[in-house]
């Protein structure tokens, strides 16, 4: 048991980590005037991240096909969401750096296709020539709490629905197929709101002149919106695993 939990674990937080280093390509090319290279190498990348999503779920089927309890599945689940809201904290901490790596990137790109110029940027010598620096980290403040909130609702259920499936997969067992197809509705939640507002409101703060500071405030709402949502899926798990257990 201990092994998958610690493949759901690896596989978990790479994922979540690699999806939320890809902002950074959104920034990068904003900053260096690639605003379309910016854009399809994120959703390149977050693409390529879904390899880690079959060894995550066939970890966390197997766990609940071996009959784990509802108090430990709730206990994994807090495990999962707490450490991809540590590494994406690390990476909002560190954003700058990492936009940094996209240009790098964008660089590299002109010479070689995606995976040798991510190699290259990841173990060679970090281009330092025509790189724009985040100049202004917006203050909180300044950030729209409209937009973490509804950043918070969308990553919520994107990064953390089939977990409640499972969970209801476990607890109703005699259904326990039908429970777990209910990861794709908590899914497409989070997917409608990104599709139908986060994107086309992010695109719309990107396409401003770059002298305007908004587009800027739009993409660190979204991201600490994204950084709380596992802090509050955390907590929702924590709190549902004391409530089963003292009940």
Known sequence: MIYFFLIALFCYTFMQFVETVSFGSRVAGKLTNNLSLGTTLQYSI???SRFLLPPLLISLSFMIESSISIQLFLVISFSLAIAAFF???????????FQLQFQSLFIQYK???IPVAIV???????????QVDIVTIPKIRSLSFKKIITSVLAYFFLSTGFFFA????????????TMSQFSTAFHGIGAIILAMYIDPMIGKSLDANLENSLWIESIYSIFIGRVLAYLAASIVFLVSFLYVYLS
Do not use: D, H, Q, W
């Open 46 to 48: 977050f693409t390529a």
């Open 166 to 177: 499972f969970s209801l997969a476990i607890l109703i067992p005699e259904y326990r197929m």
């Open 87 to 97: 590494t994406s904290l690390i990476v909002l901490i560190n954003f700058n750096y």
């Open 111 to 113: 010479s070689n296709t």
């Open 120 to 130: 290259k940027v990841m173990f060679g010598k970090r281009i330092k020539s025509n």
